[in-house]
Nanobody, 117 residues
Framework: QVQLVESGGGLVQAGGSLRLSCAAS????????VAWYRQAPGKQRELVARITSGGNTDYADSVKGRFTISRDNAKNTVSLQMNSLRPEDTAVYYCNLRQGWSGYDYWGQGTQVTVSS
């Protein structure tokens, strides 16, 4: 069965850094598109960063230059390095995998990131 598990969230001061990790079982990150989404209280879920099987990356304008998505195929994990964090980055962050041949979305349970001012 496919499972995605996020980790690495926490509370940090503005300007600090966090590294989120998503570990997969039952599916291979390296042959699919993987993304990080986030949802703040009272807000819609939004795309933060995405990486394709070919290594192409896309970022939301609000995080460009501060966040980096990467993939470790040997460990079957995807990470999100978050630097220069701002209070508006506070949200629950979710790992997402879109299975290319079916278009089916798999989601993790989320990890809380809180940035204090």
């Amino acid at each position: 069965q496919v499972q995605l598990v996020e980790s690495g969230g926490g509370l940090v001061q503005a300007g600090g850094s966090l590294r989120l990790s998503c570990a997969a079982s039952g599916i291979i990150f390296g042959t699919n598109t993987v993304a990080w989404y986030r949802q703040a209280p009272g807000k819609q879920r939004e795309l933060v960063a995405r990486i394709t099987s070919g290594g192409n990356t896309d970022y939301a304008d609000s995080v460009k230059g501060r966040f980096t998505i990467s993939r470790d195929n040997a460990k079957n994990t995807v990470s999100l390095q978050m630097n220069s964090l701002r209070p508006e980055d506070t949200a629950v962050y979710y790992c997402n995998l879109r299975q290319g041949w079916s278009g089916y979305d798999y989601w993790g349970q989320g990890t809380q990131v809180t940035v204090s001012s």
